[in-house]
């Protein structure tokens, strides 16, 4: 494997740590991913508007400000909006092949000493094992198991998106999923414009979704560069 080029002279921890991830994973990236991961990896850290993929991987790595990483915001949100968050049995559903929100969830459970517990799925994990997390490498389906959860959550998730709303309203779950700009077919369903995606996607829920339960949409906010309407559903 070729050595990863460091145009900014990065230097101890941060680097070591961005080193030591690139050894382990970057074999598991396609050859043009890996082509640009090995340029950008580096000179991206200097940049605001990460794409999601350098982004996960820093948050992941704990490398970057708190104030720069959506995932801390988001888990914030999580906390702040439903009741006891980390006392839950939590699913992210598309919680990316590095999934750091699963990772952040676990370590603040750990801190805590909840008894709540936090599963990620996604069918292109590549990172296999998270202390205090449980990692499931599938996709996740209208047929997938969620009887165990109390709540579901997913940071721009793609298509697991109409999944876990539609499967969240008829089996009673919790549930607050940002929604990506990713103009994604639910099987039923397909636009080329966000704006219906999104109307598709309030109306399948106020439609489905139980009358104990509140409907709640917030957003992303605007210095993170992803302006992503987050959808939340909530026991009365
Ligand atoms: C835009 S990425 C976001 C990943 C992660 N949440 C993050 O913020 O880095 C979307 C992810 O959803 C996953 N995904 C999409 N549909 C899925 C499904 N039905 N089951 C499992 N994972 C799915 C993809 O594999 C991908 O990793």
Same mark, same amino acid.
């Given at each position: 494997m070729r050595k990863l080029c460091n145009p900014y002279n990065l230097s101890g921890k941060k680097l070591e740590l961005i080193t030591k991830f690139w050894k382990e994973y970057g074999r598991y990236y396609d050859a043009d991913v890996r082509y640009n991961f090995r340029h950008h990896l580096l000179s991206a850290?200097?940049? /605001? /508007?990460?794409? &999601?993929?350098?982004l996960s991987i820093y948050s992941y790595l704990e490398i970057i400000p708190n104030r720069k990483d959506v995932y801390k915001w988001f888990l914030n949100y999580l906390k702040n909006t439903h009741k006891d968050f980390l006392e839950? @049995?939590? &699913?992210?559903?598309? $919680?990316?092949?590095?999934?750091?929100l699963t990772k952040h969830i676990a370590t603040n459970m750990l801190e805590l000493g909840s008894k709540g517990t936090i599963k990620g799925i996604d069918e292109n994990l590549i990172v296999s094992e998270i202390f205090g997390a449980e990692l499931q490498k599938e996709s996740f389906a209208y047929n997938? @198991?969620?009887?165990? =959860? @109390?709540?579901?959550?997913?940071?721009?998730? $793609?298509? =697991?998106?109409?999944i876990a709303l539609r499967k969240a309203c008829r089996e009673k779950k919790e549930l607050s999923i940002a929604v990506c700009e990713c103009l994604h077919s639910d099987g039923s369903f397909f636009t080329t414009n966000y704006d219906k995606l999104l109307n598709h996607y309030y109306r399948l829920v106020k439609r489905e979704m139980s009358s104990d339960f509140i409907f709640d949409?917030?957003?992303?906010?605007?210095?993170?560069?992803?302006?992503f309407p987050i959808l939340t559903l909530k026991r009365k």
């Open positions: 850290f200097r940049e /605001d /508007d990460l794409p &999601l993929l350098y839950h @049995d939590i &699913l992210e559903v598309g $919680c990316g092949s590095v999934p750091a997938t @198991d969620i009887s165990s =959860a @109390d709540t579901i959550i997913g940071y721009a998730p $793609c298509e =697991a998106t109409p949409i917030n957003q992303v906010p605007k210095e993170y560069n992803m302006e």
